[in-house]
């Protein structure tokens, strides 16, 4: 009797240890997905080009030479919102965002209050998405995870 108390006992225990390992296993490997995504969405800033408004409206015509499909961000760095949007000539549709010919009107009264602005893009090509909305979601949710955006629109 008191062997099979002991087999009981230890069976349990060793139950319990099984589970308490799946559990832990399953943690890890969920911690880990997310770090690689992380990681992913970092990179993905590491492609990034980076340009304060009047540098890019000063190289704006030798920019258009070699305009590129992808996504661009304009970030008003004054209150710390974010444009993002995808295209087909970046920096010919960032330029009119910029002019006010296109976008929000909330980044028009910004541009009109002489808030400092910066255009980042990134080039679809270089880029591990194979459409332009899925770099442009990837771009939003990097820049919401990652803590840059304040108010992304």
């Known amino acids: ?14 139950t319990g240890l099984i589970i308490f390992l799946a559990v832990s296993i399953k943690k890890i490997l969920e911690a880990a997905k997310e770090e690689a995504r992380r990681r992913r969405k970092r990179s993905l800033m590491n492609l990034e080009l980076e340009l304060k408004y009047e540098g890019f ?3 704006y015509s030798d920019l258009c030479q070699i305009d590129f499909e992808g996504v661009f961000a304009i ?34 009264n910004d541009l009109r209050n002489r808030n400092h602005f910066s255009l980042r893009a990134v080039k679809l090509a270089v880029s591990e998405y194979h459409t332009l909305e899925a770099l442009q979601m990837a771009m939003k949710e990097a820049y919401v995870d990652l803590g840059e955006g304040e108010r992304i629109y």
């Open 1 to 14: 009797m008191e062997r099979v108390i002991f087999i009981v006992i230890i069976l349990g225990l060793l």
């Open 75 to 108: 970030h008003n760095s004054t209150w710390h919102r974010w444009y993002i949007c995808a295209s087909r000539a970046v920096f010919r549709d960032a330029m009119s965002v910029l002019e006010g010919r296109a976008g929000p009107a909330e980044l028009h």
């Open 57 to 59: 409206k000063k190289l």
